[in-house]
């Protein structure tokens, strides 16, 4: 059993936890949702599917990226307690995916439509999935470390879990198109 932002989420599978925390099943199941999503996106959205080259500045944001995650570990090993943010599901929402959403749908209205699709298509997905989650009990919420509250169909979670869902694959094209895409 994990805490995470108000969320308690019933892990495992493989046993092994990175850092003694997070179980591998979070980084393994992330990839593969985002990479999920690049492809759906690829396929049945982007226009310019015979690509030749990828954009210059994944470079870059693997970079930083990297940086990120070496901070990351620089602060767990010398003080956990830095790491401990309160609201930090809501905050990362807010910089991962509302601001990059806002500035690439205002730089790129073309990709308004298709972002749009996909991020209905997938919404509607992750609530099914989040209530059959709910239901078998492969995680729950606790009321004590969350903005909000939603209660559909008889379960309740988090706010920013119903946030997270609605705005996740929006999230994902966006910064695919900014870091690895034509922004067409």
């Known amino acids: 059993m994990c805490h995470v932002g108000g969320c308690w989420y019933e892990y495992g599978s493989l046993g092994f936890r990175v ?3 997070f179980p591998v099943d979070i980084f393994i199941w992330a990839y593969l949702y985002i990479y999920f999503i690049v492809a759906f996106y ?3 959205l982007d226009e310019d599917k015979y690509k030749g080259k990828m954009s210059k500045n994944i470079g870059y944001w693997l970079s930083f990226a990297l940086f990120l995650v070496i901070l990351f570990l620089v602060i767990y090993l010398v003080n956990k307690n830095l790491l401990v943010v309160s609201n930090f599901y809501f905050i990362i929402i807010l910089f991962m995916f509302v601001m990059p959403i806002i500035t690439i749908c205002w730089m790129f ?3 308004v439509k298709k972002i749009a699709i996909q991020g209905t298509y997938f919404f509607f997905l992750s609530i099914v999935y989040e209530l059959v989650a709910l239901n078998i009990g492969h995680w729950e919420f606790s009321r ?3 903005v909000g509250w939603i ?7 988090a706010f920013e879990e119903f946030v997270w869902l ?3 694959v929006p ?4 910064l695919y198109e900014i870091i690895a895409d034509d922004k067409k």
């Open 109 to 111: 209205p073309s990709l």
């Open 171 to 174: 999230a994902v094209i966006c």
């Open 166 to 168: 609605m705005l996740a």
């Open 151 to 157: 209660e559909l169909f008889g379960f309740g979670f």
């Open 144 to 146: 004590s470390h969350v």
């Open 42 to 44: 690829e396929h049945f």
């Open 19 to 21: 850092l003694g925390v």
